[in-house]
């Protein structure tokens, strides 16, 4: 595990593969996702900043979920619910959250954007005021998982238009997985690349992941791992 400080009131923590946020505001701060191998992010946060610390997962997949047991609530698109409950088998209570919604930190107004397909309650969080996409595991340039049930690429492909109808927003990319951090021309890049694996002009290659047969498909910018 790695604390790593991006600005005055931003850090990164990695984590085994996986990184999530703090930032800070005048008012509280806030923790997008809780790690996967650690369970004490809520105490590191909170030796970081002297404010109310809150929680926020950007979808429930459990390397991003792992301190969530530390929070009475978290906010979570509630999308997301039959992810985090059922298939995870996680527990606790969602504060609901929605396209469009904006938590403010005092200061700092963090806009949530709807980005099903990776998981049905996928968001990213735009920091406004700093121009940066917060994005998840949805824009990233490493593995992005699109297997099982509730995954879909087809709804994927349509969150991506969304953010390129949005990249003026932003100027920088901060994924949970992969390089840190990247540039808003990967979302063309990745949005090419699924349209290709769709359309069945991208050769998959067959691959086990925990326990699970796929097909990875390498389209040069990430790699999608879909159902067979």
Excluded at 86 to 91: H, I
Excluded at 115 to 131: E, Q
Excluded at 146 to 167: D, I, N, P, T
Excluded at 190 to 199: F, P, W
Aim: proline content about 4%; charged content about 25%; some cysteine.
């Amino acid at each position: 595990m790695e604390i790593i400080r991006i600005d005055e009131n931003t850090w990164r923590i990695e984590d085994m593969g996986v990184r999530f946020f703090l930032l800070s505001g005048t008012r509280k701060a806030l923790l997008i996702d809780s790690g996967m191998q650690i369970h004490n992010a809520r105490e590191i946060a909170e030796g970081l900043v002297s404010l109310p610390v809150e929680l926020l997962n950007t979808h429930g997949d459990r390397d991003h979920v792992g301190s969530n047991a530390e929070f009475d609530y978290f906010y979570m698109n509630p999308a997301e619910a039959s992810n985090y409950y059922n298939t995870q088998k996680m527990t606790g209570t969602i504060r609901p959250v929605q396209d469009g919604d904006v938590l403010d930190l005092g200061g700092r107004e963090l806009e949530i954007i709807a980005l099903p397909g990776h998981t049905p309650g996928s968001i990213a969080v735009l920091d406004k005021k700093n121009r940066v996409l917060i994005s998840g595991d949805p824009v990233q340039d490493g593995s992005i998982f699109m297997f099982g049930v509730q995954r879909e690429l087809h709804a994927y492909l349509l969150s991506l238009e969304k953010l390129q109808g949005c990249r003026d927003r932003f100027d920088l990319i901060y994924p949970s997985h992969g390089t840190f951090p990247v540039l808003p021309p990967l979302i063309d890049a990745l949005h090419e690349g699924a349209r290709k694996v769709m359309a069945g002009e991208v050769e998959g290659q067959d691959m086990q992941i925990h326990g699970t047969c796929v097909m990875r498909y390498d389209v040069g910018c990430a790699a999608f791992l879909c159902d067979k």
